[in-house]
């Protein structure tokens, strides 16, 4: 098997502006995009808001596990279920297909128990919180995250993990950008892949089969400029290529004061799970019930309480300099300048990540750490070691959105250094969205009080019912683009990941999902290439 990388095995600006589109959709807003940039700029060193003003694309070995969290969970029944009120909604076949293949993803990533739900309260040994918040309206919603087997301190990054597995069966060739897929004819059997290289040197790529895993904002992208065969583009017959464009919406419903802090998170923090001799973490949070979504038309959405940074945080502050993006340098030299404690943790916490400490005492020490500590644990995870100065405790919230045709991925006029037209992105956020997050800030208000918890503060723009002034920004989680249907004129690969018409032509990630439910979507891509990697030998092998 060939990899096909377009980047190499560390981050270039020269590959980097190869992920540039040309935005016309949301976000729209300066709101918008200074949170962008406060959220997205600080999981990725070369991300940029002007060349990616949507979505979160790195072009490196392991693409944007480079940049994530490390937030894994299942979609539930639900998620693949058709929701009369969410129109285009159900996929070809329910969560049982997949089950089979999520123990497998979870190896992968390194997980725990797939437990998601109140179920966690009996594998951890902890009686669950009492009085009960009313199951009716919300539920308790787990998730956990993907450590890193190399760096006890990190999270997952692909590119190292599969380069340490030293797969003999596969051969990964770096600085090869696909630029077109080739095609018999008639366009109805894959053939090949033209190639390019960052200096635009092309070659071709002979195979029985490929499979695009660029992301469902490249997949479309490379569909569509595909056009020898069909004008139109690749599995685009019936004009579906490039649509249904979703991603998981973010935003800020509330904050606590304070004083309330601990009590919050008591409940809703991190908890440490021994299994099988490994530690893993597992985060808690509150989605609305399954019957609640159905009687109000909800999307499927969730909220989780996350620490807060200070505007005058010292690791920030030390990076804008270090980056030269910094508009106030005095100002941001003497936050830096009158932090040193933060900084020296800092440099420590870097230490214990080098081969300075051995291996095995690092291990003990994070494993000690994640059943003792777990806040402590993910707070290093997310701030990968630099401990930042906390300011709060907010709450923030994402959903899904509703399926939507004139949301879409077409072609630019503008093309990339390698002659290939961008991505022109019509990203649309829908109004069922927006009420589903102002309607779960409410029910946390009202029933948090009731259960004898603190009261949140909620944003002005939900108390003022006012959710077209909510700051939403997208979460990096894009989907939908080449959606999974077994209908040719509703998707663009059939249930097997197969495009639609074109033999020997697949399609991987979250761009083959029809909806996205509220959930990360790591694992559920992981699942479904384990599944798709089981297809194509049965497909070769006749």
């Not at 990725?44 to 694309?57: I, K, L």
């Not at 004083?259 to 809703?268: G, M, W």
């Not at 004898?452 to 989907?479: K, S, Y």
């Amino acid at each position: 098997m060939l990899v096909l990388e377009s980047g190499q095995l560390e981050e270039d600006a020269r590959f980097d502006a190869l992920n540039a589109v040309e935005s016309v959709g949301e976000p729209k807003s300066l709101a918008q995009r200074d949170k962008r940039i406060a959220f997205h700029g600080a999981n990725s060193n070369s991300w940029s808001s002007e060349s990616q003003a949507f979505g979160v694309r790195c072009r490196v070995l392991g693409g944007s596990s480079h940049a994530w969290a490390g937030k894994s969970a299942a979609f539930e029944d639900l998620d693949f279920a058709v929701r009369s009120w969410v129109p285009y909604s159900g996929w070809p076949f329910g969560r049982e297909v997949l089950d089979p293949y999520l123990d497998r993803a979870g190896e992968a990533l390194n997980l725990g128990p797939h437990c998601y739900d109140e179920q966690f309260w009996k594998l951890i040994g902890i009686a669950p919180p009492d009085p009960q918040i009313d199951p009716k309206l919300l539920r308790s919603f787990f998730w956990q995250f993907a450590r890193s087997r190399i760096d006890q301190m990190d999270i997952i990054r692909f590119g190292r993990e599969f380069l340490a597995a030293d797969a003999s069966n596969v051969h990964i060739l770096l600085n090869a950008t696909v630029i077109r897929i080739d095609t018999n004819e008639n366009g109805t059997a894959f053939t090949g892949l033209e190639v390019s290289n960052i200096d635009g040197a092309r070659s071709q790529v002979r195979a029985k089969a490929a499979v695009l895993a660029a992301s469902a904002i490249e997949n479309p992208r490379l569909l569509l400029a595909s056009n020898r065969a069909h004008p139109n583009g690749l599995g685009n017959k019936n004009d579906i290529v490039g649509r249904f464009l979703m991603d998981h919406l973010g935003a800020r419903i509330g904050r606590f004061k304070p004083e309330d802090f601990a009590a919050i998170t008591r409940q809703f923090g991190f908890y440490g799970l021994k299994y099988h001799g490994h530690s893993h973490m597992y985060m808690h949070g509150l989605v609305p019930s399954a019957e609640l979504q159905e009687r109000e038309r909800l999307m499927h959405c969730a909220a989780y309480m996350m620490e807060e940074r200070a505007p005058d945080d010292p690791w920030e502050a030390l990076k804008r300099l270090l980056r030269t993006k910094s508009e106030r340098p005095i100002s941001d030299l003497v936050v830096v300048a009158k932090s040193p404690g933060l900084i020296v943790k800092g440099l420590g916490m870097r230490l214990f990540a080098t081969n300075a400490i051995p291996q095995r005492l690092k291990d003990f020490a994070t494993n000690l750490m994640i059943l003792r500590n777990p806040n402590f644990v993910v707070r290093e995870f997310q701030s990968r070691g630099l401990p930042h100065k906390l300011t709060g405790l907010v709450i923030d919230a994402i959903t899904e959105q509703r399926p939507d045709p004139e949301s879409r991925i077409t072609l630019s006029q503008k093309t990339d250094a390698l002659g290939v037209p961008l991505a022109r992105v019509d990203w649309r956020i829908d109004n069922d969205a927006r009420r589903s997050l102002g309607r779960l800030g409410h029910l946390l208000l009202e029933e948090f009080p009731r259960v004898g918890l603190p009261a949140p503060l909620l944003e002005d723009w939900i108390t003022e019912n006012r959710p077209q002034d909510a700051i939403i920004i997208d979460m990096a989680h894009t989907a939908g683009t080449t959606r999974m249907s077994d209908n040719p004129k509703l998707g663009i690969v059939n249930s097997n990941c197969q495009v639609h018409g074109v033999a020997g032509l697949y399609v991987a990630g979250a761009s083959v999902f029809p909806t996205s439910g509220h959930a990360n979507p790591t694992l559920m891509i992981v699942a479904l290439a384990i599944r798709l990697a089981d297809r194509i030998k049965i497909d070769l092998s006749h």
